[in-house]
């Protein structure tokens, strides 16, 4: 048997009603929004009570499928296929289960999912030709992958990695001082079990977020990289004062300053393409209609396929604030949150990616992904590589986020194909 | 003994001292922010518990000070110097006790103090004529005037006027559900009691919340009328997105339009000076450091001496609105919540206050008020008219906010002649 035919055979023994019937389990926690049609919206904030049972169905499908679950300190879900061994490292594939608030159903649940079944599929493929599995196949669900309660982002696997110390993670606090340790401790408390060894490698499909996929007509992108990302919380500071009896000349209004920021940063970003900046969070304080605002309280993303672009956006981005700020008579305070680099997916792997494609007869684009994964953390310890599926309209992180059902299928079928060449 | 002795005798019985105690008494209800030198904010939203002990404290120390005290439907708190006959219409004279969030000690508070105490002095000053009071005095504290928490603005005033009807009043909601019947029914219920006539006159003392008074160096203005006002809501609708994986030319960025718009609104008041345009609340939503904010819920508040002017920025601000929307690919909407028209005061009131400061040998200057007042809502129903009182800067509806014990003092004598005027 070659190795391309227990590719072929681990690709077509995905299970598409399988795979449905877990990704709609999941799909009904924290559903809301549901349109004429069936489709809805999914909120699973990371540590709450919606993500807890998202984590639970994905256990209770892996222990159905034979795989061995544990969970870790930060809330990590893992379901190993094979001996829980201290001599051969596992392939680990997986993706995460919390969504941002208001979200989609798609985001990090479908590579979940996806990740189970090709997982069965692929020691179904061995099975019928006979062999063992070579190493242990272990699904992980990742924490915290959107940080959208409790940045930072990617939290789960950061703390996998090792680039986020476990005390850091659990000291982390939400907007209303509530901790990680907290909010954990609500829900069944993890084993504290540390991987057995670092993995031999890290796949993750994931739902591609924007349209190239759409628009070219292909069901799967095989990733070569992530852009650059810098994150941070910005302010501006006038002083209030009446909205009635303030000619315009003496009014230091922090809003106006943040106005004009905001309209900068749109221009900051069409001015290093393909960047993207976003101003997601600004609120105006105290809130008054009849109060000219003394505070404004923001945030920035910026992003880039070039680590440098995004540093020089950076620092575009300091500068239009306190010109911004000196204009309106204001002050401009900037904190950094964090930096992710420019990460390039293992060239072996992506290249496995493709023969997997290939082999399992469906057509893959390459891509370089916008938005920061998982993957990003396990790229430094691991040769790691991604596999996108469409989405919609390239809508995300909204309940009208998308992915046919036939797309996820193919993007199950190839991530199996691609398990199967790596043990192969 | 002639008007002008008795305005003097009333002017000279003004009492610093219980000025001084009664305010600072007040000022101590709702204190926040108190710097080195012992200055504090206030923040007594109306119908907060703060609010409520602020005008059980003005009970009390009108109760003293011999009158008879009384509370209206919408807590609006009346006492009285002198029988409750349904034949004499009363004079009557006050400010509100309510602030805005995080606001100062002298907005509203001011006027009640100096109307208490400047009725005590008119009514020593006839007692030492030899002369009977020739008909009631009514020192009012009304409720609610900022509207910050239950819009409208000047709630009390408007029911008492008829302006408002007080079952329309009462069901006005804040921005959690709950309505001013709720809020009213947690402390003492009001009496029901309705006025027993229409007031003879009204006069109101309050703080500048401008820079006139302080840049002539004159303690205080007689007020010739308020600016005319338009406040609403509006709101920008795009398209929530991610904000690593959106292209910025397929994004419908909220934000993005209502920074636009803002910068606009700013245009607009210079374009038509000495009017002001201020956006007091913005808030982006879903407000995630990662999502591309789909919508944006703000405030516009138009004002002007000349009511054509407001209709012309409000057209203005529609149309810069839709302008800004088609831009980004937004829609705008705008909801108008209230018009306050121009007010001009009774000339003869504005002529008799002026007379009162010479006889009170104070100086005083003219002014139009840019701010709105309580006094807008009686203007239609008696002869009205204003005094004001410096702001040391301008500054208003801050824990700054400040004015001279000195200058509350001397508008307090101004106004006790008015009185004393009012009734020879």
């Not at 879900?77 to 993706?95: C, H, I, K, M, N």
Request: charged share 20%; aromatic share 4%; with cysteine.
């Amino acid at each position: 048997v070659t190795r391309a035919t227990t590719a072929a055979r681990a690709a077509a023994a995905v299970s598409a009603e399988r795979l449905q019937a877990l990704f709609h389990s999941i799909s009904e926690v924290g559903a809301y929004g549901r349109a004429a049609d069936g489709r809805h919206g999914c909120e699973r904030l990371a540590f709450s009570e919606e993500a807890h049972i998202a984590h639970q169905l994905f256990a209770e499908a892996a222990r159905e499928t034979g795989l061995t679950v544990r969970r870790d300190r930060i809330g990590n879900t893992f379901a190993r296929l094979g001996p829980a061994d201290r001599e051969t490292a596992p392939v680990l594939t997986g993706s995460h289960l919390d969504t941002v608030a208001a979200g989609g159903c798609f985001d990090g649940a479908a590579g979940v999912v996806c990740s189970l079944e090709a997982v069965r599929a692929v020691s179904l493929a061995f099975r019928e030709s006979g062999a063992a599995l070579p190493r242990p196949l272990e699904v992980v669900a990742w924490a915290n992958e959107e940080g959208a309660r409790f940045p930072p982002a990617m939290m789960g696997s950061a703390v996998y990695a090792g680039s986020l110390p476990i005390e850091a993670a659990l000291s982390a606090t939400d907007s209303e001082g509530i901790s990680v340790r907290d909010a954990l401790a609500a829900r069944a408390p993890g084993e504290g079990t540390q991987p057995l060894l670092p993995p031999a490698s890290y796949l993750e499909l994931h739902i591609e977020q924007g349209v190239e996929l759409e628009a070219a007509g292909v069901p799967v992108a095989v990733v070569d990289g992530v852009q650059a990302q810098l994150a941070g919380d910005w302010r501006m500071i006038g002083r209030e004062a009446h909205a009635g009896a303030t000619p315009m000349e003496r009014r230091r209004d922090a809003l106006l300053g943040a106005a004009a920021l905001i309209t900068e940063v749109s221009g900051i970003a069409h001015a290093h393409p393909p960047g993207v900046a976003t101003v997601g969070k600004s609120v105006a304080f105290p809130g008054s209609r009849n109060t000219v605002p003394g505070l404004v309280e923001a945030t920035i993303d910026l992003r880039h396929p070039e680590e440098r672009a995004v540093r020089t956006m950076a620092a575009d981005f300091i500068r239009a604030g306190e010109a911004c700020a000196a204009q309106c008579g204001l002050s401009f305070e900037f904190t950094e949150r964090w930096r992710s680099p420019r990460v390039t997916f293992s060239p072996h792997l992506v290249d496995l990616c493709s023969r997997a494609a290939d082999a399992a007869g469906i057509p893959a684009l390459r891509l370089f992904s916008a938005a920061g994964h998982d993957a990003v953390n396990l790229a430094p310890i691991t040769p790691a590589a991604m596999l996108f599926v469409p989405s919609t309209g390239g809508v995300s992180h909204h309940p009208e986020e998308f992915t046919e059902m036939n797309a996820l299928v193919q993007g199950a079928r190839v991530l199996s194909a691609t398990l199967a060449l790596l043990l192969g």
